[in-house]
């Protein structure tokens, strides 16, 4: 990978990225941001025909995992049996206001026309039966 170690790439057309696979950058950050090449260094590792997991950091690779996981990992104490260091403990921030959850199905904040015409119509008839039922009562 002496001589073709930098590429051109456009992306659908308008954006042009400029990828060097000897210093795994590309200019669009990705790459030395995640430690995995996205689609500009794929396109670059493809087109000089390298296998992209070679450009793929160590930590993502099956042996680093398994090298973390290989010693014994001790439980966690209950809090009661942490050392005392003698510094201020951690508490949370003073006046927090009490999040309440309210009861019920939430408040639709902008209801459909047709939803605000047929609740129109309910009170209308509900109105009705009302009239109705007050003039069978009077005669």
Known sequence: MAGNARFSV???GTETFVVDLVKKVC?????????????HALASTW?????HYDF???????DAYMATYAGIIEHMPSPNKWPQTGLNPILPPPNQ????????????????RK??????????QKAKERASGSQQQQG
């Open 56 to 62: 793929v950091e160590d930590w993502y690779k099956k």
């Open 10 to 12: 456009t992306y659908k």
């Open 97 to 112: 206001p009490k999040v309440t959850k309210k009861r019920g199905r939430p408040y639709k904040a902008n209801p459909l």
């Open 115 to 124: 939803t605000v015409k047929r609740n129109e119509r309910g009170k209308r």
């Open 47 to 51: 087109a000089s025909g390298l296998n």
């Open 27 to 39: 200019t669009c950050s990705a790459f030395q941001l995640f430690g995995i090449p996205y689609p």
